[in-house]
T-cell receptor
């Protein structure tokens, strides 16, 4: 069973920031928060991950609340090519279970002109 | 292109037939994963290999499903006696597991779409 909860869908205007929330209230201390996205007809693509500190890379920023029970993925300037399903996943490192990514339903982000 | 490749991209078969899918991982990656994705759902983990060893296979959906990675490079997923419920996208991913066990990003292929008539 997926251990995350995400809105089913969201819209965002092109050029604006897209903020995608994720609840993971039962997250354990050794579980990381991962984000993947899946563009139509493609396999999932890794975006970013974090444990408790905020993270930023060339694709996105990840904001994790202090209690780690929720997080937000931020696409700072959404483009039409960011239209995809975004998956928030929690996983442990360094054990067998952590190699089995558990995807929920994800959030379908529609970026509109 | 040095990404994960899968063959075929599409397969249509009749119920009861056997099908086999192939996955070629990124060349230096020692881990290979199989997932299934049905319409409107997120991918569902099936099995994974480290080199040629199948480390987890309890999530394979039934004994009709089997996977191999004989030389630690490419892998095959076979479904015997296909059923209409097997219609789905079958995704393969690969990663490089480090000795430290830290983050190893899974890179996914484009998938094989199976339709069972």
């Amino acid at each position: 069973d997926a251990k995350t909860t995400q809105p089913t869908s969201m819209d965002c205007a092109e050029g604006r920031a897209a903020n995608l929330p994720c609840n993971h209230s039962t997250i354990s201390g050794n579980e990381y928060v991962y984000w993947y996205r899946q563009i139509h007809s493609q396999g999932p693509q890794y975006i970013i991950h974090g444990l408790k500190n905020n993270e930023t890379n060339e694709m996105a920023s990840l904001i994790i609340t202090e209690d780690r029970k929720s997080s937000t993925l931020i696409l700072p300037h959404a483009t039409l090519r960011d239209t995809a399903v975004y998956y928030c996943i929690v996983r442990v490192m360094n054990n067998n279970a952590g190699n089995m990514l558990t995807f929920g339903g994800g959030t379908r982000l529609m970026v509109k002109p | 292109d040095t990404g994960v490749s899968q063959d075929p991209r599409h397969k249509i078969t009749k119920r009861g037939q056997n099908v086999t899918f192939r996955c070629d991982p990124i060349s230096e990656h020692n881990r290979l994963y199989w997932y299934r994705q049905t319409l409107g759902q997120g991918p569902e983990f099936l099995t994974y290999f480290q080199n040629e060893a199948q480390l987890e296979k309890s999530r394979l959906l039934s004994d009709r499903f089997s996977a191999e990675r004989p030389k630690g490079s490419f892998s095959t997923l076979e479904i015997q006696r296909t059923e209409q419920g097997d219609s789905a996208m079958y995704l393969c991913a690969s990663s490089l597991a480090s000795l430290s066990g830290t983050h190893n990003e899974q890179f996914f292929g484009p998938g094989t779409r199976l339709t069972v008539l």
